[in-house]
């Protein structure tokens, strides 16, 4: 127990050190656009598949588990309002970035932590380079980037999959149940979800770089390394949800 | 004046005290071998030299410069001048041979991609590496790692070449090459430090030698000095008795 809260101090000591480091040179030149690029690719196209298959499976199964609920009670049709603003609200951002937490999570901390213990960041840094510049700081931003634009489309295609269901096994109309989501979701309900985002973005690839970075030892302790920033980063999702619904109900309440 | 001058350096690992007060310098021009049992902290000290460890007291002073006391921003200028070989080579195994070579010429210098171009193909010929331009750091020997390590640090002509273990684990042709190149840089005038366990090569390089032993200095001075003086510890070292 004492073992654990010394750990957490440490992990959050560690984040807030590397955040400050990251402040510190993110706008002093030259700008590494191409590694950023490079980046964006590994963790969003890289990562679509991924997105794709959660998304369409969690508004498919939403639906029929909805659909057969509330046919019992003559409720089926509202199946397009209840899918679409679970999805967009909670489901979507929150069940994707867990996805995204543990795809993007495990890959920068194997990738750094490999990196770490064949001495190559030392190697950055000998030849008078910087890690934070050259390896966490596009990290950062492409996740802080493309994690977004993941969760806008895996909310749209996780309402498709319910359209599917919808339509195919429901035999509701598709127009009606277009015509219910767009009824449904008001842009509050959107930024409600979608403003999570770039929050679970920054902590999945803060984490991941923050455990890849710190690695001692060998191969062994790199695969440690990729299990703890992994189980982290989806607790850090799991709790930040908590604090952030919260928040934007205060919000909504407020306006 | 030396160029290197460590004074009283002091290095604690987990409470545990490895460097007590080590104190040695370098001259302009120099090889000094850094030799000394296994764990006694050799690469602590090589590492320290250039930054990439903090030192827990004492100074070490290059160039005129005290560096235990500059942040990483203001090693910066410390680290285009020295150079680190380290013992597997450290190659980014993401970027080709010349992508590594080109990085840190990209970083620290003007000139154009032309120009880097023809730096890196003279360099690489000069290393007998010519061919391994387009590979990867994982398609080639560990013999031809450390020579592309070797290579990368040099590149942009550093004035002090820091080597730690540049021929363990070789076999007899690349420790010559290597041998041959630390040669050839220390004809060129570079100062250099050589932290190593292959003493025919150490013997070869080094103009003096430091042994480390218990965190401090033992004996320091050229082959023949360590061997008729301080208690034969280099002989005794070198022939594998007990003690280190």
Redesign the interface.
């Given at each position: 127990m004492k073992n654990s809260i010394t750990n957490f101090i440490r992990l959050l000591g560690g984040l807030t050190i590397l955040v400050r480091q990251i402040f510190r040179e993110l706008f002093v030149p030259p700008y590494n656009f191409g590694l950023l690029m490079d980046q964006m690719y590994q963790i969003g196209i890289r990562s679509g598949p991924l997105v794709f298959v959660t998304s369409i499976s969690t508004g498919m199964v939403m639906a029929l588990q909805f659909g057969l609920g509330l046919e019992k009670f003559g409720g089926k049709l509202y199946v397009p309002k209840i899918v679409s603003l679970s999805i967009v609200r909670e489901l979507g951002p929150a069940f994707t970035c867990l996805v995204l937490a543990a795809r993007i999570g495990a890959g920068i901390t194997s990738e750094l932590g490999s990196m770490t213990v064949?001495?190559?960041i030392?190697?950055?840094?000998?030849?008078?380079?910087?890690p934070i510049k050259k390896i966490v700081i596009p990290r950062v931003l492409a996740a802080l980037i493309v994690i977004p634009i993941l969760i806008a489309f895996a909310n749209m295609i996780g309402i498709m999959g319910g359209l599917i269901v919808g339509v195919n096994d429901l035999r509701l109309d598709p127009l009606f149940y277009v015509q219910k989501v767009f009824a449904t979701i008001t842009l509050k309900d959107y930024f409600a979800g979608f403003c999570k985002t770039p929050v679970f973005a920054v902590l999945i690839a803060l984490t991941g770089c923050y455990y890849g970075l710190n690695v001692k030892g060998g191969t062994q302790a790199v695969g440690n390394a990729t299990t703890r920033s992994v189980v982290v980063s989806c607790i850090f999702v799991l709790i930040g949800d908590y604090f952030l619904t919260k928040l934007f109900w205060v919000f909504e309440q407020w306006l | 004046m030396a160029v290197i001058d460590v004074k009283g350096f002091k290095k604690a690992y987990d409470g545990r005290l490895i460097h007590k007060d080590v104190t040695f310098s370098v001259e302009k021009g120099e090889c000094l071998g850094l030799v000394g049992g296994s764990g006694v902290g050799k690469s602590v000290i090589l590492r320290s030299l250039i930054g990439l460890e903090q030192a827990d007291g004492g100074q070490i002073i290059i160039e005129g410069q005290d560096i235990t006391k500059l942040n990483e921003q203001e090693l910066v200028p410390i680290r285009t001048k020295v150079a680190y070989v380290f013992q597997n080579g450290a190659l980014f195994d993401s970027l080709s041979v010349y992508d590594n070579l080109a990085y840190p010429l990209r970083e620290h210098t003007e000139l154009s991609e032309q120009e880097i171009g023809e730096r890196i193909r003279e360099q690489l010929n000069e290393f007998g590496l010519g061919h391994a331009e387009k590979l990867r750091p994982g398609q080639l020997s560990g013999g031809m790692q450390k020579r592309v390590g070797l290579a990368r640090s040099i590149i942009i002509r550093p004035r002090i070449v820091l080597y730690d273990e540049p021929t363990a684990g070789l076999d007899p042709y690349n420790t010559l090459k290597i041998r041959e190149m630390v040669l050839r840089l220390k004809q060129k005038g570079v100062t250099s430090v050589f932290v190593t366990h292959d003493m025919p090569t150490a013997f070869a390089v080094c103009d003096r030698f430091c042994l480390l032993m218990d965190g401090v200095v033992k004996a320091t001075g050229t082959v023949k000095d360590l061997t008729a003086h301080s208690d034969g510890l280099l002989p005794r070292f070198v022939n594998g008795l007990e003690g280190f």
């Open positions: 064949t001495q190559q030392d190697a950055i840094r000998a030849l008078g380079t910087s | -």
